[in-house]
């Protein structure tokens, strides 16, 4: 196969949605990317033309082994970590020998690199590392998991237990990704798209869901990455065929919106100067957050070419890249009352920080509020005051055209700096729970001797569920229903359906409404 057949081979056109044309800068998520920080260019170096002037003291490059996936913890005296997979350059099948890759611990002074290798882990592919509440950190790797004491080990090897909850399996249990709950708990979803809870990142993971959480889009979507900020849930999953990524985001990790744009294409790694490391694949996107979990940099397994076509002792590899982000304002609604068409002003409080004073900074003619459907098209509420508060500033939005409805959590702003640069961020409403209850149903069963169709409710989120309505609906329209009482945080209960004789259970429907909405539905 030819250069040109191998790279078509890997690259399928998506055609964007007509709409996309009309974003403005700071609708995208990759408009948060910022460019990379100076370093050293070198002559002479492995790679195609398209990424010969690359930062070479960026992330971790080796002549000697190809690097791939990983992510960066910091420990508390400022150094910083990098756990990441990578084998021999000279590898008998290129990159392709990748199934046999071994997990490195490596360091840095500085977030974005350079990282020189402290320690050899043992094998393992692919890595996510956490730590857990009591100071131990975990490693991930497709398959099993290492844990230690410390950030240096000794690492012992092990395996997570799954609990699928009658649910079946999607894609398989690989390329898992994490984000710590606010009580410590971990919410994983794994490569397929399913959402699994664990009591504290280590106990069983247990499945919440079947259906996948991704886009409802044609994509070969693998590598998500999950993660938790002060206010909402993020995720970006990789569209590798198509190498496009999307961006969602999600009140309870369970239930998610997909903003318009891409979260990331090739070419998001750009210098102060503009020259473009214009990598071929884009792959393993890694995190790393701040103390309010806003993410400051990414990190990313990059490739200069088709996989098949980096061989041994030849002029390709691989290496991860970081690139910092524009990590966004902290703001929050004032208004106590829940926004909707008739609310004539919003009140936003903005939070000055370290290096931004927004009342200096702001261009408040150019600030949009709203729903995201709104303000990422350059609609939405105009500002129309700003008031100084110590070091924070109140804006006062005109609320006509704010798109925010009942189902909205995380109301977006986007607009400019005095110096034109995108400035955005998400705000709290004062009236949404954001540790909400979620409940999720096991598989019905018959009870001949009860005379009943039994069916276990688990409460798997942060808050007491309302007390809620069951509905069961069969494959031949017979419905029963039930009441649910309210549950505590990871308390269940075993809701009795009357049925004289035998109901199908076979192609049956579960559905749970609090409220007057739907929380949560199964098809069995």
């Not at 993410?295 to 041994?312: C, E, R, S, Y």
């Not at 109901?503 to 579960?510: A, E, Q, S």
Request: aromatic letters at 10%; glycine letters at 10%.
């Amino acid at each position: 196969m030819c250069m040109a057949e191998s790279i078509n081979a890997q690259i399928v056109e998506r055609p964007r949605p007509e709409e996309w044309n009309q974003l403005i800068d700071g609708a995208r998520f990759m408009d948060r990317f910022l460019p990379m920080p100076d370093g050293k260019r070198q002559k002479g170096i492995w790679g195609t033309a398209d990424v010969a002037e690359r930062f070479v003291d960026n992330g971790i490059e080796n002549p000697d082994t190809s690097f791939w996936g990983g992510n960066i913890l910091k420990d508390k005296d400022g150094l910083y970590h990098l756990y990441v997979c990578g084998w021999p350059e000279n590898s008998p099948k290129g990159h392709m020998f990748w199934p046999k890759s071994t997990v490195f611990h490596a360091v840095s002074k500085n977030l974005h690199g350079p990282y020189s290798i402290r320690q050899t882990i043992g094998k393992g592919h692919n890595p996510e590392a956490y730590m857990l509440d009591d100071g131990r950190i975990v490693i991930y790797v497709i398959d099993g998991y290492y844990i230690a004491d410390s950030y240096d080990g000794p690492w012992e090897y092990k395996h997570f237990d799954f609990d699928t909850r009658d649910r079946r399996i999607i894609e398989g249990l690989s390329n898992l990704t994490f984000a710590r709950r606010s009580d410590g708990s971990r919410l994983m979803v794994c490569r397929g798209g399913g959402v699994w809870i664990s009591r504290d990142g280590i106990a069983p993971y247990r499945q919440i869901t079947e259906e996948r959480v991704y886009p409802k889009v044609d994509g070969r979507f693998e590598d998500p990455v999950v993660w938790r900020d002060s206010l909402q849930y993020h995720l970006i999953v990789n569209d590798w065929l198509g190498r496009i990524a999307y961006y969602e985001r999600s009140l309870d990790g369970v239930h998610w919106v997909v903003e318009q744009g891409e979260a990331y294409v090739p070419g998001v790694s750009v210098h102060k100067d503009g020259y473009v490391e214009n990598w071929f694949k884009y792959e393993r996107l890694k995190v790393f957050q701040d103390e309010e979990g806003r993410v400051v940099q990414t990190n990313f397994a990059v490739i200069d070419t088709i996989k098949w076509n980096d061989l041994p002792n030849d002029n390709h590899s691989s290496k991860n890249i970081c690139i910092p982000m524009n990590k966004g304002m902290l703001m929050e609604v004032l208004n106590e009352e829940p926004i909707d068409g008739n609310t004539r002003t919003i009140e936003v409080l903005i939070k000055g920080e370290k290096g931004f004073k927004p009342a200096k900074e702001l261009d408040l003619a150019s600030l949009r509020f709203g729903s995201y459907n709104e303000v990422n098209f350059g609609r939405g509420c105009k500002a129309i005051d700003m008031k100084k508060k110590g070091k924070d500033v109140i804006i006062t939005f005109d609320g006509q055209g704010s798109g925010i409805d009942a189902d909205e959590f995380a109301p977006k702003l986007i607009g400019k700096n005095k110096k034109g640069e995108m400035v955005f961020g998400y705000a709290k409403l004062p009236y949404i729970n954001y540790r909400p209850a979620i409940l999720s149903s096991m598989k019905p069963v018959y009870n001949a001797n009860g005379k009943c169709v039994e069916i276990v409710i688990e409460n798997f989120g942060l808050s007491d569920s309302k007390e809620s309505n069951l509905t069961l609906t069969a494959a031949d329209g017979t419905v029963l229903t039930a009441d649910v009482p309210s549950l505590k945080p990871y308390a269940k209960t075993t809701v009795k359906l009357n049925a004289d004789k035998e109901f199908k259970l076979d192609g049956c429907k579960v559905t749970v409404t609090t409220s007057g909405k739907v929380v949560h539905t199964q098809k069995w």
